[in-house]
């Protein structure tokens, strides 16, 4: 029976261990993948810093592509498209599965239906630890979107794909035609970023993006950025007349900001704000006398992550998406990448799965 090797963590301040299953037969509907590569996501170091608390021991990491290495038996081998899959392609897959003929499924939001698994947020048991990105292989449930990649596509780039592309390929669905909009975007990390590039592909007139982090704002103009407005500053004040106000930051302070700044008829949408933070103070006179939008966004659709799929595919040469993962690790040194993603908190981290010269393959 083929191994499979898997980085454990167990809680809050513990050190990761490297440990090692047998890789289970198929069950039904299910795909046994050969993770290629995994980046650390900004909800990863939440749970590593106990911001954010899950079921333990588990398996993390979500940020993932990989390489198909079998399909359970009776398996119609289609992606999410209906494309034939094959032994040896390189897929990315939805961070979530969920039953497709659930009410919330059938109303655009399977990240909210029922029977909701969620890679890299599982616990471990003993018949089911291969489900996160910190491992050297991963199998996909029946629910789960699985989309090929061209290889041409470098493995940092498509992994970011199925979380950071997706979550704003899904703002940009909820704020609608933005060709000609002047847009604000606050938080510059990865998904400020991303929302830059995707609102200039979109035709967006003309891009703010705000933070106070002067690092990562030196980065945004690369992206797609008009200009960058450093918040810590007490000159600086945001630009009047927005049409869209994305937060990717999570400050209330920053959607507060932001919604001050709005157009009539304005859209704000909020994608960041996923963890416990003071209450949001919003001036309802303000928002009724102005027709404002306030729109909220947790994860993303299957439409949302088709487009991110199609959009990385078109402009990962366009905007600098190889400089996104700063430096990458292999899986037996994860605990040192976490510790540099905590102490010097580039946009992402990776865990380079090739680098495993003794990996078990299945």
């Known amino acids: 029976m083929s191994k499979a090797k898997l980085m454990v963590f167990e809680g809050q301040g ?12 198929l069950k039904p509907g299910e795909i046994l993948v050969k993770n290629r590569y995994t980046s650390i996501c900004g909800s990863d170091l939440h749970t590593y810093c106990g911001l954010r608390q899950e079921k333990v021991p588990t398996v993390l990491g979500h940020e993932i592509v990989g390489e198909i290495l079998a ?21 990315t897959w939805s961070i979530f599965s969920s039953d497709p003929d659930s009410e919330m499924s059938r109303a655009g939001m399977p990240q909210k239906g029922t029977g909701l698994f969620k890679y890299g947020h599982a616990q471990v048991t003993a018949d089911d630890a291969l489900h996160g990105g ?4 991963c199998i996909l449930k029946p629910g ?67 933070d106070i982090n002067p690092q990562r704002l030196e980065q945004a103009n690369d992206f797609g950025a008009n200009e960058t407005h450093l918040l810590t500053d007490p000159t600086v004040q945001l630009p009047g007349g927005i049409d869209v106000a994305f937060d990717m930051s999570g400050s209330a302070d920053a ?10 008829g304005g ?43 199609n959009f990385i595919s ?19 040194d994860t605990n040192e990448a976490f510790q540099y993603a905590v102490t010097h908190k580039p946009l992402r981290v990776g865990i380079n799965l090739d680098q495993q010269t003794d990996q078990t393959n299945g």
């Open 134 to 137: 910190l491992s050297t292989h």
């Open 267 to 309: 859209i704000a949408v909020w994608i960041g704000a996923v963890f416990n933070t003071r209450k949001v103070q919003v001036d309802a006179e303000s928002v009724v006398r102005r027709l404002v939008t306030i729109k909220g966004l947790h994860n993303y659709n299957f439409e949302d992550f088709v487009y991110a799929v």
């Open 314 to 332: 078109k402009n990962h040469r366009v905007f600098p998406f190889e400089k996104v993962v700063s430096k990458e690790f292999s899986l037996a």
């Open 14 to 25: 513990q050190p990761m261990s490297l440990q090692e299953q047998n890789i289970p037969d």
């Open 144 to 210: 789960t979107a699985v989309l090929g990649i061209s290889k041409e596509v470098p493995l940092p780039v498509a992994a970011i794909i199925n979380c950071a592309v997706a979550t704003v390929a899904g703002a940009l669905r909820l704020a609608g035609n933005l060709q000609g909009k002047t847009i604000l975007i606050t938080g510059s990390g990865l998904l400020g970023m991303v929302c830059a590039a995707m609102c200039k592909d979109a035709g967006a007139k003309f891009i703010h993006m705000a």
């Open 71 to 91: 399909f359970a038996h009776g398996h119609d081998q289609k992606d999410h498209l209906g494309n034939q899959l094959h032994v040896g392609d390189l897929v």
């Open 255 to 264: 959607m507060e900001n932001s919604l001050n700044v709005l157009a009539i």
